[in-house]
C-alpha cells in the first residue's frame, strides 16, 4: 500500500483537529477537577522554588532582573519542551494515544468550565440571600477583601473576575492552540509555553519588591502574548453582541484608562456589550485602590449578567474553533 504525502497532510490535519475538539469537549464537561493533577501545579510549583532560592541569595534589583529573565525564559521553554516529549512517547507508542495525550493536556490549558464553575460557587448561596457564605466563596477567586461587600459588589467581583480571566484563562491559550496546530511541533507545547508565561505574571508579576524587578520580564512578556488573542477576543465578542460598533467605541473610550493593557480590554467588551458598567472602589488588604469605570451603567449586574458573559465566551471560543479547524483542513488539502 503506497500512502501519498497528500494523504499524509490530511491525517496530520485531522489529527490537529481531533486534538483540538478533544480538549474543548473535555475542558467543557469536566474542567480540572480538585484533587486530579495538572501542568500549573507543577509550574506554579517550579516557579516558587526558584523565587525563594533568588531570594535568599540576592536582593540587588539589577540581579533579580537578570534572575527574572532566566526564571520566564526557563519556565516557557521547560513547558513546553516537556509537553512535546509527553505527546511524543504517546504518539509513539501508538497514534491514537497521542491524539488522546494531546487533548488530555490540551484541555488542561482552557478555563472555560473552571470560569464557570467559580461563578456558580459563589453565586448559588446568593440565590437563598446567603451572603456570608458567597462573600466567603469569593474570597477563594478574588485578592479583593470580600467581608463587608453587599450582593451588587459581588456580582461585580464575579462578573470582572470571568471577563478578565475569560481572555487570558480561555481566548488566549485557545489561540496559541490554534497557531500551534500549523507548526511541526503541535498544539500541546505552544499553548503549554503560554500557560506557563501566564501563570508567571499570576506568580511574580507584581509591582511590589522584590517583585517588582524578579518579576517584569515575566509580566511584560505576558502583557505582550495575550495583546493579540485580546483584540481578537474583543472583536469577537463584538460581533457577537450584534452591536460592534458601539462596542468598540465603548472600548476605545474606556479600556485604555485601565492600568493593564489587556484586563481592560477584556471586562469593557463583556460590559458594553452587555450594558453594564464595572470598576470601582475595591479593597485589597485594607488599602482602597480605585479602578477606572469601563462601560456604561444602562441595567444593573446580575446573576444572569454574569452567565450571559460566560455564554458569550463559550460561543467566542466555538467560533475560533470551527474557523482555525477549517483553516487547517483548507491549507493541508490544498498541499
Known sequence: MVISPNSLNDAE???HVATLAIAALLDRLIGDPWGWPHPVQAIGRFIQLYVQ???TLTSSPVVLRIAGVGLGVLTIISSGLIGWGIVAIAHSIHPL???????VMLASCFAERSLSDAANDVLTPLRTNNIETARSKLQLYVGRDTATLPPSEIYRAVFETVTENATDGVMAPLFYAIVGAFTPIGSVPVALAYKAASTLDSMVGYRS?????LGYFS?????RLTWLPCRLTVLTIGLLSKKPRAVWSICRRDAPHDPSPNAGWSECVYAAALDVQVGGTN???GRVTTKPKLGDPIAQLTEDTVNQALKLTRWAAVIWLVIGSAILIATW???
Do not use: Q, W
Open 13 to 15: 490535519s485531522l489529527r
Open 53 to 55: 532560592a533568588i531570594k
Open 97 to 103: 494515544l497521542g491524539i488522546l495525550t494531546s487533548g
Open 209 to 213: 519588591p522584590p517583585y517588582k524587578d
Open 219 to 223: 509580566a511584560k512578556l505576558e502583557d
Open 283 to 285: 479593597s485589597y488588604h
Open 333 to 335: 488539502m490544498v498541499h
